[in-house]
């Protein structure tokens, strides 16, 4: 007998749970406000989002709401104060807006003129802050290095907060010393020694009179050019 009791109030006590859950989610949402937005107007925010007042509260709407205001590229977080009053859901969406950039400068850039790096920055000004064109343009900029042959160039940045919610992106530029060839080796070659091989690719090694033949600046597109002189070579030389 107490057993069955005991089935008995557990399932009445489930019944009871299951019912105050379908309730619970049943409700419906009675107000919606947004936080945190001075740059990003209400109505973009407000028409972003799928939730809407009187609709039934959602678990997965909110979170695709969430998603679908991340995608905007306006915020650096997003968080919903859900708050059940008055037999309804009050919800709040709190964003706090990525800085607006301004002004953007370089430092530590000699070799390359502010001109020409410039030219490599795919960011605007007076938009929010992107990391994505943020690492675009260093790599571009890493690239128009390594065209001059300062393939070690290191490529980093800072923000310097202005008034309100501008920044001015700062890129901290190190040079490095230019990369040059010193010695050239070749592995595995009998039919040929290195003086002959030697002969026969672009690249050269850097000497005393470098700075007037302009021979010893490493460049990868004329190493792997290197190399197909090399296999043309051996190839017109029966060594298929």
């Keep these: 007998m107490k057993r069955n009791r005991s089935l008995f109030f557990i399932f009445v006590s ?7 859950a379908l309730f619970a989610s049943a409700l419906s949402v009675t107000s ?22 009187g609709d039934t509260f959602s678990r997965e709407k909110v979170q695709g709401d ?43 850039n000699k070799k390359l003129k502010k001109d020409d790096l410039e030219k490599d920055v795919t960011l605007h000004t007076y938009k929010p802050l992107s990391e994505k064109a943020i690492a675009e343009s260093m ?7 390594a065209k001059k042959g300062y393939y070690l160039a290191g490529i980093d940045y800072h923000l310097e907060s202005l008034e309100g919610n501008e920044v001015e992106l700062v890129f901290d530029i190190s040079e490095h010393q230019m990369t040059v060839v010193r ?18 690719i672009k690249t050269k090694e850097k000497k005393a009179f470098s700075w007037l033949t ?22 017109n030389n029966g060594y298929l």
């Design 183 to 200: 010695k050239i080796e070749f592995v595995g070659n009998h039919a040929y020694k290195d003086k002959e091989l030697r002969k026969i």
């Design 14 to 20: 489930a019944c009871f749970i299951y019912s105050w």
């Design 139 to 145: 790599a571009k900029m890493r690239e128009a290095y």
């Design 66 to 108: 969430v998603k679908a205001l991340w995608n905007l590229g306006l915020f650096k977080d997003i968080t919903i104060d859900k708050d059940e009053t008055g037999g309804g859901i009050k919800l709040t969406y709190a964003v706090v807006e990525k800085p607006i950039i301004t002004k953007f400068s370089f430092k530590g």
């Design 214 to 235: 302009g021979s010893g600046k490493y460049k990868e597109d004329q190493l792997e050019h290197d190399v197909m002189l090399l296999t043309f070579h051996y190839l």
């Design 32 to 53: 919606i406000e947004v936080k945190g937005n001075t740059a990003t107007p209400l109505e973009t925010i407000l028409a972003t989002i799928k939730m809407k007042k």
